[in-house]
Nanobody, 117 residues
């Protein structure tokens, strides 16, 4: 199982920027796919951004042009969040699928992002 630890969440003003970090217990290069999900109160958990080991990225329509997902050459995954809106308020989770054939994913515990003035 891949252990994932998120950090960087907190309170931010509308229009502001925050970068979330996720540290994995294994090398990013050994993971098939990494993703950020979020869940707001009363809503279903939703996919925010995803990146596969070939570098291909996908974003939810609601965050395209504002959020950027990236990973380094070691163990770090990041989500750069710009032009934040109150609707972005949620708990953000780091997700990893170690191998493409696995039915289950690994999850971090989440980090709270609150966008408010």
């Amino acid at each position: 199982q891949v252990q994932l630890v998120e950090s960087g969440g907190g309170l931010v003003q509308p229009g502001g920027s925050v970068t979330l970090s996720c540290t994995a217990s294994v090398a990013i290069a050994s993971i098939y796919a990494l993703a950020w999900y979020r869940q707001a109160p009363g809503k279903q958990r939703e996919l925010v951004a995803r990146i596969t080991n070939d570098g291909t990225t996908n974003y939810a329509d609601s965050v395209k042009g504002r959020f950027t997902m990236s990973r380094d050459n070691a163990n770090l995954v990041e989500l750069q969040m710009n032009s934040l809106k109150p609707e972005d308020t949620a708990v953000y989770y780091c997700n990893a699928k170690r191998f493409s054939w696995l039915a289950r994913d690994d999850w971090g515990r989440g980090t709270q992002v609150t966008v408010s003035s």
